[in-house]
């Protein structure tokens, strides 16, 4: 069993910055790809960044391209989304992700994460 738990979620204006924590417990973490997803009310969760399993590989959202940064510490069990030159439309709750197999480059696809923590609200003013 794995747990996922995600923090530093919160509100600021538009422009300002949030840095995103997911601390991971249960298995190895260090062998699986980890993401990030978000869920807008009203609206489909989606994808929003993914880092592969050695950290050497990460992928985005064209929506946060430039934006956004993810990041590991394997030693700590822990993957990071930093989130910069926040936008209204980036209010979400944001969802830490396992994939489910290991040895992963870190998938865009909902359906290959099958570990999700409860989510961090983000709230972005204009």
């Known amino acids: 069993q794995v747990q996922l738990v995600e923090s530093g979620g919160g509100s600021v204006q538009a422009g300002g910055s949030l840095r995103l924590s997911c601390a991971a417990s249960?298995?190895?973490?260090?062998?699986?790809?980890m993401g990030w997803f978000r869920q807008a009310p009203g609206k489909e969760r989606e994808f929003v960044a993914a880092?592969?399993?050695?950290?050497?590989?990460?992928n985005y959202a064209d929506s946060v391209k430039g934006r956004f940064t993810i990041s590991r510490d394997n030693a700590k069990n822990t993957v990071y989304l930093q989130m910069n030159a926040l936008k209204p439309e980036d209010t979400a709750l944001y969802y830490c992700?396992?994939?489910?197999?290991?040895?992963?480059?870190?998938?865009?696809?909902?359906?290959?994460?099958?570990?999700w923590g409860r989510g961090t609200q983000v709230t972005v003013s204009s």
């Open positions: 992700a396992a994939e489910t197999k290991p040895y992963g480059l870190g998938s865009p696809t909902l359906r290959a994460y099958n570990y």
């Open positions: 249960g298995r190895t973490f260090n062998t699986y790809a």
């Open positions: 880092i592969g399993w050695t950290g050497g590989t990460t």
